[in-house]
């Protein structure tokens, strides 16, 4: 009877494919094989696998590493890699990650395996960093090819790779070179070899000839594709986080849990207040705890009018919103020792609108220990039995509450639950305050602050600190000191140069921390020339990192010389070069930027705890996690929830955070979603292909970037 059954399935199945009747989706379903929303790389310990895991990891896209050089490594087989579930054929990993295109050795009973398992159930397999040879569908670099250096080379994304997985770029893609004396990237560049299925998506020239050869191409065989990536990159470098959204797009056909945007937020702090000003004679900040020279009289630097206009038109013109962190007190300081005038706050408040604001307490108090300011550097004041004396929790929450008064009255549209501490004060401080003061969680909870910043260069993890989780913000390496760029420089020097160069000798005196300037800025030119494209590359880097975090600046940086700008044009302009309309800068106020790593590390720690279960069996996915956790996906466009688009719109694709129900979230895919829907074009190879010969192995070397320098603890 089985048999009769079948064979009718069987007839029925025929007829419908020779009249041409669409098979409905539950039929086609029934049929497919599961397929867990989940990566295997095998890693060689190298920089290129270890960038694609930093980049899932960094999305929330969940992963299985395994590490070639350990011996007590699990073995590769047709069991690890798929088994049966419910009755229905399950395939464990939706891609495969290799560090070069065969890391086995010769008849590796583990590579043919992964060969088996990607014919079987289409998956595809990313060649993280290979050799340029014909198994791998190109040429050898010697014959016509190019091995070496690509530092500073302009790549592109080629027609094929803007229709396909590099779309959200607008097609250049830069490669790093920030220092002559370092090898950055290295690369084997070549053609196709004749007749095989290979598609070119980035390339660059070869050098000496007019060819471009190709840098990541998908090269589809026997069944099986691959996208075959020829040069090295860690995670850091800008070619790379370009690229990394276009490979996991490739390889998970665009359907993968996890999320990535390309965030950028700038706080401006002590708004209507002033900062004191950096002395180049005495080398220090007179009105600063440690400033104690007698001569050292302070020179406050503070915003005009003409800035806050600056400000606004700026704004406009880049699309773009800065959030200020206000102190109340600067301005009513002002009007009180000027008649009542403060045509700074007037111009501010007539344009509160174009703002976000955040309250940055009243007078910018220090909300610690009670400082010791009789030694340098200061140290926290103690009571008679050795304990430290802390502000009390009156003066904390009154500081915070003052401001938000005052703030409301000025009609300010404030979020009450956000705040900035004047220097993050409050919070631990090392070396002289190791733990936070234990009044200010009791004075948060009195204002119900439930979103407090934190600066990331000391803690760049969230935390809670009684009812308010942290926000860790990047210190911008432009000082609070500095309305003037010559002011910068010297300041820069004192930090950045040795003693004998008329230093401080801070970067002698932690060498693992900070690069010493191999000699001092120019002053006319030093602040162009060094630091803005220094502070606009670490700022760019955190953009195209998947990285909300937001970066923090002060008031006196968009006075006099307005020194923000430049590299906060840097940034913007850059990223405009870079990538399509369809990837636009997301640019959050700070709650939103608190919840988005509050969910993240939610989602982070359920997946790393084994409490997620996904998969897709044809063209339906499903995703069941544990209740109350936000589950973040990615799917192609057209993707729908109980009949609904999914998610939000983004670098051409859909993708967003769902809450988690008492059922799993179901996602129905469109039909175009199907793997081997994926463009292919055949390249032929420039004449015919090289006689076989033995393929050398991967370059190894690492690539080495110039160290992003540690920066020296910044008032907020």
């Known amino acids: 009877m089985k048999r009769t059954i079948r064979t009718a399935l069987l007839t029925a199945g025929a007829l419908i494919a020779a009249l041409g009747v669409p098979t409905t989706a539950a039929s086609a379903d029934a049929a497919a094989p599961r397929i867990d929303l989940r990566v295997l790389i095998v890693s060689d310990g190298g920089p290129s696998t270890e960038a694609i895991a930093a980049e899932l990891d960094a999305a929330g896209t969940p992963y299985t590493e395994i590490d070639l050089t350990r011996s007590d490594r699990p073995v590769i087989d047709a069991r690890y890699l798929a088994d049966t579930v419910d009755g229905r054929d399950r395939a464990k990993f939706q891609a495969v990650v290799l560090p070069n295109d065969n890391p086995f050795p010769a008849d590796s009973a583990e590579m043919a395996a992964l060969v088996a398992y990607e014919k079987t159930y289409g998956i595809p397999q990313v060649d993280a960093y290979t050799y340029a040879r014909p198994e791998a569908g190109l040429q050898y ?13 302009r790549a592109e994304v080629t027609d094929a790779g803007r229709a396909g997985p590099f779309g959200y770029l607008d097609g250049p893609v830069p490669f790093e070179d920030n220092s002559p004396t370092v090898g950055e990237s290295y690369a084997y560049l070549s053609t196709p070899v004749a007749g095989a299925d290979f598609t070119p998506y980035v390339q660059a020239p070869i050098p000496g000839t007019a060819k471009r050869g190709s840098l990541i191409g ?134 509160r609108n174009e703002f976000r604001w955040i309250n940055h307490t009243y007078t910018h108090a220090f909300l610690g220990c009670e400082q010791d300011t009789a030694v340098v550097p200061w140290r926290c004041a103690t009571n008679a039995d050795g304990s430290t004396r802390w502000v009390s929790r009156f003066e ?138 220094l502070e606009r590359r670490i700022a760019l880097g955190h953009v195209l990192a998947n990285d909300p975090k937001p970066h923090f600046i002060h008031q006196s940086n968009l006075a006099e010389d307005r020194i923000a700008y430049p590299v906060l044009d840097g940034v913007l302009d850059t990223y405009e070069t870079l990538f399509a309309e369809n990837t636009p800068v997301v640019n959050l106020r700070m709650k939103e930027i608190g919840k988005e790593l509050q969910r993240r590390a939610a989602w982070r720690t359920a997946v790393q705890s084994g409490q997620v279960t996904a998969y897709r069996v044809g063209g339906t996915v499903t995703v069941d996690g544990p209740a109350g956790v936000a589950v973040p996906a990615t799917m192609p466009q057209g993707t729908t929830r109980t009949g609904s688009a999914f998610g939000e719109a983004y670098a051409g694709e859909r993708s967003g955070w769902t809450g988690a129900g008492s059922t799993p979230l179901t996602l129905t895919l469109p039909a175009s979603a199907s793997p081997s829907s994926s463009p292919s074009t055949a390249t032929g190879a420039d004449g015919s292909a090289p006689a076989p010969a033995p393929a050398p192995a991967p370059e190894t070397r690492v690539p080495r970037g110039v160290a992003e320098p540690v920066l020296p603890g910044t008032a907020g």
Request: some cysteine.
């Open 141 to 153: 670099p010697v014959h016509g090819g190019y091995s070496g250096s690509v530092d500073g080379v």
């Open 396 to 533: 904390v929450a009154d500081e915070i509450a003052h401001n938000r008064v005052w703030g409301r009255l000025a009609g300010l549209p404030l979020d009450d639950d956000e705040l900035v501490t004047g220097e993050h004060s409050g919070l631990r401080v090392l070396p002289q305050q190791p733990a936070d003061n234990p009044n200010l969680a009791l004075a948060l909870a009195d204002n119900g602050v439930t979103w407090l910043a934190s600066d990331n260069s000391r803690e760049p993890q969230q935390r809670q600190v009684g009812p308010a989780t942290t926000v860790p913000r990047y210190p911008m390496n432009i000082f609070y000191n500095a309305g003037r760029a010559a002011e910068q420089v010297d300041e820069y020097n004192w930090i950045y140069t040795s003693r004998a160069q008329g230093g401080s000798g801070i970067c002698e005196d932690n060498p693992a921390t900070t690069t010493c300037l191999p000699a001092p800025l120019d002053a006319a030119t030093g602040y162009t020339g060094h630091i803005v494209p």
């Open 218 to 351: 998908e090269y589809r065989h026997d069944g099986r594709r691959e996208l075959v990536v020829t040069f090295v990159y860690n995670r850091h470098q800008q070619q790379f986080r370009l690229l990394a959204r276009g490979i996991v797009r490739w390889m998970t056909g665009g359907v993968h849990l996890g999320t990535s945007r390309n965030y950028f937020a700038v706080h401006v702090d002590d708004v209507f207040a002033a900062d004191d000003r950096w002395n180049a004679t005495l080398d220090c900040t007179p009105g600063d705890v440690d400033c104690t020279d007698p001569n050292a009289t302070p020179d406050p630097i503070r915003m005009s009018p003409a800035d806050v206009d600056h400000a606004v038109a700026w704004q406009r013109e880049r699309g773009f919103t800065l959030d200020l962190a206000y102190n109340g007190a600067g301005s009513a300081d002002h009007r009180e020792d000027n008649g009542g005038a403060d045509p700074l706050a007037d111009r501010f408040l007539a344009q």
